[in-house]
């Protein structure tokens, strides 16, 4: 049996991507690094999966939080790492964020380099790296002098050349996301947010009677991503020799622009489109104020930044090393309903409160 250590669980990913592991994987256990605050719902989700263990720790600890024992055990048996933790708050403090994201992340990489018998470092980065770059980013390319549009950004950004510094003693795979959404066949998600926020405002916009605005750079591109396909495209990634020591966009290489997305989740929620635009300027500005945040479906400032920022991210590499697993990421348009869907039946469950 070859051991794999994951972090990130039970997020919203490292769940599904546990799952994908040991279905397609019979000749492999996992370990999950699982925070102490977080053990009872990672206890719930793993119930009766007898290849999976939850150990305890922390990425942001040096040596992970793992006690001398657990710490051999592991340097000595495992074969892959799937390093998902991090926080993914667009508006966290950065030193939380550093904390986490970057720290965290050099923790992972010293297991990695005492890891007697490592194979594969698959990292999951994000696309948004890129931060206030313009036009057209290649997966190859990281520092090209660009600033940040928030810490999540910048942190994961340190994070990646990190992990790049080291990809000659550590063999990795660095996977870079867009936004994630449900999953394209049911919509199942964990939570509303990023594109939930404009089914959010249109949802209340409907209810309270008013009409629905439109509001997005029409010019600027909206890269979503199903879940399904980023944890398919992880597995793949991690175990074929080809993807060794390359950078993978996993985006929708034909994404919608922000006006026409917003256009397709009205028409799709509500049954008409917007009837008239407000500037993003004036949306964003106004977002500062809570008033005008309520009546936006909670939608944070943080989160309109993206509608309206004109980047578009190149994934000829990744769709050229996916292509023989049968993978290729769906266009928005095909997972549209059910993504929408599944957020009819549940966007007043207390469970999915935006943030």
């Known amino acids: 049996m070859a051991l794999a250590l994951l972090t990130g669980y ?22 999950a690094l699982v925070e102490p605050r977080m053990m009872a719902a990672a206890s719930e989700a793993a119930a009766g999966e007898e290849r999976l263990e939850l150990v305890p720790g922390d990425i942001a600890d040096r040596r992970l939080g793992l006690d001398d024992e657990t710490h051999e055990r592991l340097t ?13 708050n667009l508006a966290v403090p950065l030193a939380v964020a550093t904390r986490v994201n970057v720290g965290g992340t050099g923790n992972v990489l010293d297991l990695c380099l005492a890891a007697e018998h490592l194979e594969r470092l698959a990292y999951v980065s994000t696309a948004y790296v890129a931060g206030t770059r313009t036009g057209v980013v290649y997966e190859h390319e990281l520092v090209m002098g660009q600033g940040f549009k928030n810490h999540y950004e ?5 994070a990646e050349v990190w992990i790049r510094e080291m990809m000659d003693r ?4 660095i996977l870079r996301p867009a936004i994630v959404v449900g999953d394209s066949r049911t919509g199942e998600t964990q939570k509303f947010d990023g594109p939930y926020y404009i089914l959010r405002t249109i949802s209340r916009m409907e209810r309270s009677g008013r009409r629905v605005p439109q ?7 909206f890269n979503v991503v199903p879940v399904d396909y980023i944890v398919a495209a992880i597995v793949a990634g991690a175990f074929d020799p080809a993807t060794a020591g390359q950078t993978l966009h996993l985006t929708d290489p034909e994404p919608m622009r922000s006006h026409d997305l917003f256009e397709a989740l009205s028409q799709e929620y509500a049954g008409r489109v917007p009837r008239f635009r407000i500037p993003s300027s004036l949306v964003e500005a106004s977002l500062r104020l809570e008033p005008v ?3 936006f479906g909670g939608t944070p400032r943080e989160s309109v930044v993206y509608l309206n920022h004109p980047v578009a991210f190149d994934a000829r590499r990744a769709i050229e090393l996916m292509t023989p697993h049968g993978l290729r990421p769906p266009h928005f348009r095909d997972y549209l309903g059910p993504m929408v869907e599944f957020f009819r039946r549940h966007e007043d469950d207390p469970a999915f409160v935006p943030g």
Do not use: N
């Not at 919203?12 to 256990?29: A, C, H, M, S, T």
């Not at 000595?76 to 993914?88: D, G, K, N, P, R």
């Not at 509001?215 to 591109?221: N, Q, V």
């Open 154 to 158: 910048s942190t994961k950004f340190q």
């Open 76 to 88: 000595s048996e495992v074969t892959h790492v799937f390093h998902l933790a991090a926080i993914y």
């Open 293 to 295: 945040r309520a009546a």
């Open 215 to 221: 509001f997005g750079r029409s010019e600027a591109l």
């Open 170 to 173: 550590v063999p990795t795979t």
């Open 10 to 31: 039970p997020g919203f990913i490292g769940k599904r991507l546990v799952g994908k592991l040991l279905e397609e994987r019979p000749d492999l256990e996992i370990a």
